[in-house]
């Protein structure tokens, strides 16, 4: 069965520290993996994505995921985080029913310390 | 900038009471999915449409919860009767129904207080 793990429920760095948020997947193929962020009293907002090709996916706000596939892992990096970057991160994979259904990881909440 | 609209943002009503929610899709998305969201379950799908027809709703408690797309412009997602387990922010989230690799546009939630 199809499923993502989360292994961080909660992440604390301090400002402008770097940042790598965990990802692992299960899936018989290749996946659409994603990245989306949650900020407090909003929706998810889709940070990248990586579909085939080049393992290192650029995204918005300075983020980045390195797709690695014997480690079926999908995480997420920034080499310097801002005080605007604490919120909630899930990460998804697409679902292989080809309808567009995602299957999300239970979130890792990250926290910046000044 | 085009967003996915829900209505209303906050709601609070009392147990037993109907609840309906609502949402706009991006125009000319045509895929609409509805999720629930609680500290302790996470992101849970409700239930999906694609072109207004729905796909699967097997997260929806079918007793009380019903979704329906009256046009392409609307979603809805009623509770009736509404219980306090119920409480929890709603999602919507729309698509170009492209497939497994679809990105979904999330809307800014209805948060739902059933007291």
């Known amino acids: 069965a199809q499923s993502v793990t989360q292994p961080d429920i909660h992440i604390t760095v301090s400002e402008g520290a770097s940042l790598e948020l965990r990802c692992n997947y299960s899936y018989g193929a290749t996946p659409y993996l994603f990245w989306y962020v949650q900020s407090p009293g909003q929706g998810l907002q889709l940070l990248l994505k990586?579909?085939?090709?080049?393992?290192l996916v650029q995204g918005i706000k300075g983020f980045e995921a390195e797709f690695k596939r014997s480690q079926s892992s999908f995480n997420l990096r920034k080499p310097s985080v801002h005080w605007s970057d604490a919120a909630e991160y899930f990460c998804?994979?697409?679902?292989?029913?080809?309808?567009?259904?995602?299957?999300f990881g239970q979130g890792t909440t990250l926290q910046v310390k000044p | 900038d085009a967003r996915v609209t829900q209505t209303p943002r906050d709601k609070v009503t009392e147990m037993g009471q109907e609840v309906t929610m609502r949402c706009q899709p991006i125009?000319?998305?045509?895929?609409v999915f509805w999720y629930r969201q609680t500290m302790m379950q996470g992101l849970e799908l409700l239930a999906y449409f694609r072109n207004r027809a729905p796909l699967d709703d097997s997260g929806m408690p079918k007793d009380r919860f019903s979704a329906e797309m009256p046009d392409a412009t609307l979603a809805t997602l009623k509770i009736q009767p509404s219980e306090p387990r119920d409480s929890a922010v709603y999602f919507c989230?729309?698509?170009?129904?492209?497939?497994?690799?679809?990105?979904?546009?999330f809307g800014p939630g209805t948060r739902l207080t059933v007291l």
């Open positions: 989230a729309s698509g170009l129904g492209q497939g497994a690799g679809d990105t979904q546009y």
């Open positions: 990586y579909f085939s090709g080049d393992t």
């Open positions: 125009l000319g998305h045509n895929t």
């Open positions: 998804a994979v697409g679902a292989r029913s080809n309808t567009g259904k995602l299957i």
